[in-house]
């Protein structure tokens, strides 16, 4: 099992800029997040999806749009990227139960550059 | 809105000294977890504890819940190089009719050989 993964590992968008960001998961997991992580922050939650079809405002949802098409992939979109927009971003998903009740299975990270 | 303070947010130890982190959250929480991110990694879980007064121990990590549940706290007995590494806390509450999920800001840890 690869767990979670993400895609890409590294991106240097120019202000104004699109991308998605790709979430996949093999376990079968019902819930997926994204979070940022900023030096000093900690980790703040983004979106979040309950189930395929679904999905859910965070923390800090302006400037990004998530879809859930399928139930093992978890995207995130950047419409027009911002320098407050570097960050590390990371994925996570969950056992089905309420959400976050469970513990999250984290990928290894997107580190984004806004310039 | 619900908070997580955790303190310290960075801490020297000799190896073989003891560590301790804490969380405080401003709102009694459902439960709480504990994630260790490595250096460069992501983060992984660690535990969860759900009631009150809840102690549990791996190996040389000792976690508690408080009775109030509102607070939490992570010791580390005799550190070792391989507890280097940032730690946090995510408190879960209701709030506004659905379950919210706070992190902590972490403890970083480094461990001086």
């Known amino acids: 099992n690869a767990g979670v993964t993400q895609t890409p590992k590294f991106r240097v968008l120019k202000t104004g800029q699109s991308m998605t960001l790709l979430c996949a998961q093999d376990m079968n997991h019902e819930y997926m997040y994204w979070y940022r992580q900023d030096p000093g922050m900690g980790l703040r939650l983004i979106h979040y999806?309950?189930?395929?079809?679904?999905?859910a405002k965070g923390e800090v949802p302006d400037g990004y749009n998530v879809s859930r098409l399928k139930k093992q992939n978890f995207l995130l979109g950047l419409e027009s990227a911002a320098p407050s927009q570097t960050s590390v971003y990371f994925c996570a998903s969950s056992h089905f139960g309420q959400p976050f009740s469970y513990e999250q299975y984290f990928g290894p990270g997107t580190r984004l550059t806004v310039t | 809105g619900q908070q997580v303070m955790q303190i310290p947010q960075y801490q020297h130890v000799q190896e073989g000294e003891d560590f301790t982190t804490y969380c405080n959250s401003s709102?009694?929480?459902?439960?709480i977890q504990w994630y260790k991110q490595r250096p460069g990694g992501h983060p992984v879980f660690l535990i969860q504890l759900v009631k009150s007064g809840e102690v549990k121990k791996q190996k040389r990590l000792t976690f508690q819940f408080g009775e109030a549940k509102k607070n939490s706290s992570l010791h580390i007995t005799a550190t070792q190089t391989t507890d280097v590494g940032t730690y946090f806390c995510?408190?879960?509450?209701?709030?506004?009719?659905?379950?919210?999920?706070?992190f902590g800001i972490g403890t970083k840890l480094q461990v001086i050989p």
């Open positions: 995510a408190g879960q509450a209701r709030s506004g009719g659905y379950q919210k999920v706070t």
């Open positions: 709102t009694t929480l459902s439960n």
């Open positions: 999806s309950v189930g395929e079809g679904t999905t």
